[in-house]
């Protein structure tokens, strides 16, 4: 019986943590990172429960891309690329509702990444291309 309170509170709390009560709507989780290249491209494909809602931001060290309606567990996670110009990723939960994700690339200056990145959205996925 006490295993069965205890399963049963750890649904409820699953259920409600991925729940934003401010505006009643389902936080969109973030799932994972690929990194691969194909040919003269490199691509970035960070997945998502659903379709994300990105703002891209450049600043001189870095690139920064907002996702807004949605929530990372852990709450911080970094992934080393050190691949096509860029040296590590970092994707935390800014807030109670975004989550920013940080391209640092390997020389420091993301000015050099800036003509070479594009972003786009389809389905679940954010997608970064390199070329």
Not at 19 to 28: P, W
């Amino acid at each position: 019986m006490k295993r069965l309170v205890i399963l049963t509170m750890a649904a409820v709390i699953a259920i409600f943590s991925s729940y934003n009560a401010a505006t009643g709507a389902k936080l969109n989780n973030f799932k994972n990172l690929t990194a691969y290249k194909t040919g003269d491209e490199f691509w970035l494909v960070m997945s998502f429960d659903g379709k994300p809602k990105s703002a891209v931001k450049y600043f001189e060290k870095s690139i920064q891309v907002d996702v807004t309606d949605a929530q990372t567990n852990p709450a911080r996670k970094i992934f080393d690329v050190s691949n096509a110009g860029i040296d590590k990723i970092k994707i935390y939960q800014f807030d109670s509702k975004t989550v920013r994700i940080r391209i640092f690339p390997i020389d420091g200056d993301a000015e050099s990444l800036k003509n070479r990145i594009t972003f786009s959205v389809k389905e679940g996925k954010l997608t970064a291309k390199l070329s």
